[in-house]
């Protein structure tokens, strides 16, 4: 039995990506075999696929997520049938990941996930809703008080985290670069009362009222301006790099963090995303209340079109591959 998987042999441009036929995989005791039903695509794959994680070996089957329908698991945790979604636990880096027909992830980095919603939507979320979720309550320790400012208020992490926080009572304004109708609209839909252009210095457009959390997604390039934003014992959590730039260039500690300011990051893991209440985050997605930022939808022998609409930031939102 053979599945059409997405392989890697070497880094580079999206075109090193290679569509061909594997061995499905057989699960060990601690595995369930999942019939990938859908996978989103994550910066964390586009920078190994690019390169920069020299950790990960070559070939490989990408994809840190994955979701579908159990096909297989020994140890009897799930029954052929379930839906369930998986991420994260070497998935993709350590062992082949969700960017193939069939995977075979660890069962206890699996969650049985209960809903109808289209698996285009299901794909989306697993480590989108992961990272949002983490970020906001491990890290910031959001309270429903709390006025949040999310830079890089249109990354579908950003949209996920701005209407999770609206619905928890928090006042939301969020970043972007982009002036225009559509753009406030999807900002306004996710749960964003606030609507601040991002030039670079947005701490002095915010100077007269500060934040006491914000979700840094731009990253170094825009950290030092996000530090200014936030009052006094107010928290900066840094969880995305969209600006690509890994590094921040002469930093100094006691000159760039204003006084009583905390800054942290947020890199969830595997018991993150089992620890993500998904289910109850489906609810609200089913419900309306938590829109799901999609923005484009490709089939696994469009992979490398996938890549290149990620590196090029056209996507405005999620992308998601669908096998079927």
Same mark, same amino acid.
């Given at each position: 039995?053979?599945?059409?998987?997405?392989?890697?042999?070497?880094?580079?441009?999206?075109?090193?990506?290679?569509?061909?036929?594997?061995?499905?995989?057989?699960?060990?005791?601690?595995?369930?075999?999942?019939?990938?039903?859908?996978?989103?695509?994550?910066?964390?794959?586009?920078?190994?696929?690019?390169? =920069?994680?020299? @950790?990960?070996?070559?070939?490989?089957?990408?994809?840190?997520?994955?979701?579908?329908?159990?096909?297989? &698991?020994?140890?009897?945790?799930?029954?052929?049938?379930?839906?369930?979604?998986?991420?994260?636990?070497?998935?993709?880096?350590?062992?082949?990941?969700?960017?193939?027909?069939?995977?075979?992830?660890?069962?206890?980095?699996?969650?049985?996930?209960?809903?109808?919603?289209?698996?285009?939507?299901?794909?989306?979320?697993?480590?989108?809703?992961?990272?949002?979720?983490?970020?906001?309550?491990?890290?910031?320790?959001?309270?429903?008080?709390?006025?949040?400012?999310?830079?890089?208020?249109?990354?579908?992490?950003?949209?996920?985290?701005?209407?999770?926080?609206?619905?928890?009572?928090?006042?939301?304004?969020?970043?972007?670069?982009?002036?225009?109708?559509?753009?406030?609209?999807?900002? =306004?839909?996710?749960?964003?009362?606030?609507?601040?252009?991002?030039?670079? @210095?947005?701490?002095?457009?915010?100077?007269?009222?500060?934040?006491?959390?914000?979700?840094?997604?731009?990253?170094?390039?825009?950290?030092?301006?996000?530090?200014?934003? !936030?009052?006094?014992?107010?928290?900066?959590?840094?969880?995305?790099? !969209?600006?690509?730039?890994?590094?921040?260039?002469?930093?100094?500690?006691?000159?760039?963090?204003?006084?009583? !300011? &905390?800054?942290?990051?947020?890199?969830?893991?595997?018991?993150?995303?089992?620890?993500?209440?998904?289910?109850?985050?489906?609810?609200?997605?089913?419900?309306?209340?938590?829109?799901?930022?999609?923005?484009?939808?490709?089939?696994?022998?469009?992979? !490398?079109?996938?890549?290149?609409?990620?590196?090029? @930031?056209?996507?405005?939102?999620?992308?998601?591959?669908?096998?079927?």
């Amino acid at each position: 039995m053979s599945m059409k998987a997405v392989v890697i042999y070497e880094a580079g441009p999206p075109s090193v990506l290679k569509v061909e036929s594997r061995p499905i995989p057989t699960p060990a005791e601690d595995e369930v075999l999942i019939r990938v039903k859908a996978f989103g695509l994550n910066r964390s794959e586009m920078f190994t696929r690019q390169g =920069h994680s020299p @950790n990960v070996p070559f070939p490989r089957v990408l994809g840190i997520e994955a979701v579908g329908i159990v096909e297989k &698991c020994p140890s009897g945790k799930f029954k052929p049938g379930d839906k369930v979604a998986s991420a994260m636990g070497g998935m993709g880096r350590d062992f082949d990941g969700g960017y193939a027909e069939y995977t075979s992830p660890k069962a206890k980095n699996t969650q049985l996930i209960e809903t109808n919603l289209d698996w285009s939507v299901i794909g989306a979320v697993p480590e989108m809703l992961q990272t949002s979720y983490g970020s906001l309550f491990k890290a910031l320790k959001l309270q429903p008080t709390d006025r949040l400012l999310v830079r890089g208020g249109t990354t579908s992490v950003g949209l996920a985290a701005a209407a999770i926080a609206k619905n928890y009572g928090c006042f939301v304004a969020g970043t972007t670069r982009q002036s225009s109708q559509a753009t406030a609209d999807l900002m =306004h839909k996710s749960g964003i009362e606030q609507i601040i252009i991002d030039d670079g @210095n947005v701490a002095e457009k915010v100077k007269d009222k500060k934040f006491d959390k914000l979700l840094e997604l731009v990253g170094t390039t825009t950290l030092r301006d996000s530090l200014k934003c !936030v009052v006094g014992g107010g928290i900066v959590c840094m969880t995305g790099i !969209v600006g690509n730039s890994w590094a921040l260039k002469d930093f100094s500690p006691m000159g760039d963090i204003p006084h009583t !300011v &905390c800054l942290t990051d947020y890199d969830g893991g595997p018991q993150e995303f089992m620890e993500t209440p998904l289910n109850d985050l489906l609810k609200q997605v089913e419900a309306g209340t938590l829109p799901v930022g999609i923005g484009k939808i490709f089939h696994i022998d469009q992979i !490398v079109e996938a890549h290149e609409t990620q590196e090029k @930031n056209l996507a405005r939102g999620k992308i998601v591959v669908l096998t079927e």
